[in-house]
């Protein structure tokens, strides 16, 4: 059972909007602590694609956003590319914890 | 550039432990903090601890008190991350990550992980 919660998985059709939630409680997100994103590939290392809530590193296509909203964040991405299906994970600090945490994933599956 | 190199697989014994280093380059080694996280076959990510390779200072999640240890090496810009007991449980693939100043933020660069499997 994850600290944060995602929806197991998600799906849209190229060119279409999509939009992955991440709720969290008082304790992290609620507590005004900030939200990130990675992206991970099959095989591969989880990648960062939205720091700080809505801040996407050098190099990551303004097609992802982030935003945060009470106890929940949101990324959304648009104009889906088949090279988008991937795991989405998102992370906060937990000030309970004392530690980091993270949500359980999404599969984003593009139709 | 930032990178961080891991050590390759390990396959273990139920009850022995396991020893996995992330060597880091390309930036100032004692700067950010160093967390490491892992990935059950199939499973999501879970943060184990981290470690402020400027001061030796490390803070571990609750799960994993008394079996895990996170040691770092400044003459090699190396951090090491040890868990005892092992039980098929531990089977995963360990990655290390580079936080920022805090200990909180966001993790970036990830080494390419390293696969420890536990099996008699």
């Known amino acids: 059972q994850s600290v944060l919660t995602q929806p197991p998985s998600v799906s849209g059709a190229p060119g279409q909007r999509v939009t992955i939630s991440c709720t969290g409680s008082?304790?992290?997100?609620?507590?005004?602590?900030?939200v990130h994103w990675y992206q991970q590939l099959p095989g591969t290392a989880p990648k960062l694609l939205i720091y700080?809530?809505?801040n996407r590193p050098s190099g990551v296509p303004d097609r992802f956003s982030g935003s945060k909203s009470g106890t929940s964040a949101s990324l959304a991405i648009t104009g889906l590319q088949a090279e988008d299906e991937a795991d989405y994970y998102c992370?906060?600090?937990?000030?309970?914890?004392?530690?980091?945490?993270f949500g359980g994933g999404t599969k984003l599956t593009v139709l | 550039q930032e990178q961080l190199v891991q050590s390759g697989a390990e396959v273990k014994k139920p009850g022995a432990s396991v020893k996995v280093s992330c060597k880091a380059s390309?930036?100032?080694?004692?700067?950010?903090?160093l967390h490491w996280v892992r990935q059950a076959p199939g499973q999501g990510l879970e943060w184990m601890g981290l470690?402020?390779?400027?001061?030796?200072?490390?803070r571990y999640a609750q799960r994993f008190q008394g079996r895990l240890t996170m040691t770092r090496d400044t003459s090699t810009s190396t951090v090491y991350v040890e868990l005892t007991s092992l039980t098929s449980e531990d089977t995963a693939v360990y990655y290390c990550?580079?936080?920022?100043?805090?200990?909180?933020?966001?993790?970036?660069?990830w080494g390419q992980g390293t696969l420890v499997t536990v099996s008699s």
């Open positions: 470690i402020n390779p400027s001061s030796g200072i490390t």
């Open positions: 008082s304790s992290n997100i609620g507590a005004d602590y900030d």
């Open positions: 990550a580079r936080g920022i100043v805090t200990p909180m933020g966001w993790f970036d660069p």
């Open positions: 992370q906060s600090y937990d000030r309970s914890l004392s530690g980091s945490v």
């Open positions: 390309g930036y100032t080694f004692t700067t950010y903090y």
């Open positions: 700080g809530n809505n």
